[in-house]
T-cell receptor, first 125, second 111 residues
Framework: GAGVSQSPSNKVTEKGKDVELRCDPI?????LYWYRQSLGQGLEFLIY????????KSGLPSDRFSAERTGGSVSTLTIQRTQQEDSAVYLC???????????????????????FGPGTRLTVL | TQLLEQSPQFLSIQEGENLTVYCNSS?????LQWYRQEPGEGPVLLVT?????EVKKLKRLTFQFGDARKDSSLHITAAQPGDTGLYLC???????????FGPGTRLSVLP
């Protein structure tokens, strides 16, 4: 199918190494999100892309985390100098990101459906 | 900061029983979504509710958005083992904020 794909599915690395996680969104989806999910927990928002720009990076936990998106498609999440607390499942989602006019005249996301990939399980030893 | 709480955290029931799980916040959301996540997979959207007091039904699942748009419930009738999973609620703010996710309710339906 043409869903969201992520690679690798599993990554084991040593503390202090850098890792790159890849996300291929659904074709035509302008919005792309990265989340982190620790074992048995909910989703922690990391960063959001609209096209190639990232209007909201508020969830990145430290400056060791960065992400980019090229061509309005593929995105890479990079974690430098990994720490054991970085171990988690990293989920990517994409959506069409249509905006609706708010009652006050501002714009807000309509009932946006996010389609999630299967995630990358990162283990830092 | 908008936060969502979910209860119960864990729920284990027998096949055929009914159950309700809750999603609560002190914040108002413009819309609220429910997702189900199975092990090794990403969450899958079940429903989006946008109007206070709204009730939506999806087969044996009934979703309700509170009148004040601060809370929501998910009721499952005659639960089946296939309903097993992590149920997540996610709320969107009024000013273009991204969805905030709750910690989830982990449901186990035993045959």
């Amino acid at each position: 199918g043409a869903g969201v794909s992520q690679s690798p599915s599993n990554k084991v690395t040593e503390k202090g190494k850098d890792v790159e996680l890849r996300c291929d969104p659904i074709s035509g989806h302008t919005a792309l999100y990265w989340y982190r999910q620790s074992l048995g927990q909910g989703l922690e928002f990391l960063i959001y892309f609209q096209g190639n720009s990232a209007p909201d990076k508020s969830g990145l936990p430290s400056d060791r985390f960065s992400a980019e998106r090229t061509g309005g498609s593929v995105s890479t999440l990079t974690i430098q100098r990994t720490q054991q607390e970085d171990s988690a499942v990293y989920l990517c989602a994409s959506s069409l990101r249509r905006y609706s006019a708010g009652t006050s005249g501002g714009a807000f996301p309509s009932t946006d459906t996010q389609y999630f990939g299967p995630g990358t399980r990162l283990t830092v030893l | 900061t908008q936060l969502l709480e979910q209860s119960p955290q864990f729920l284990s029931i027998q096949e055929g029983e009914n159950l309700t799980v809750y999603c609560n916040s002190s914040s108002v959301f413009s819309s609220l979504q429910w997702y189900r996540q199975e092990p090794g997979e990403g969450p899958v959207l079940l429903v989006t509710v946008v109007t206070g007091g709204e009730v939506k039904k999806l087969k044996r699942l009934t979703f309700q958005f509170g009148d004040a748009r601060k809370d929501s419930s998910l009721h499952i009738t005659a639960a089946q083992p296939g309903d097993t999973g992590l149920y997540l609620c996610a709320g969107a703010g009024n000013y273009g904020q991204n969805f905030v996710f709750g910690p989830g309710t982990r449901l186990s339906v035993l045959p």
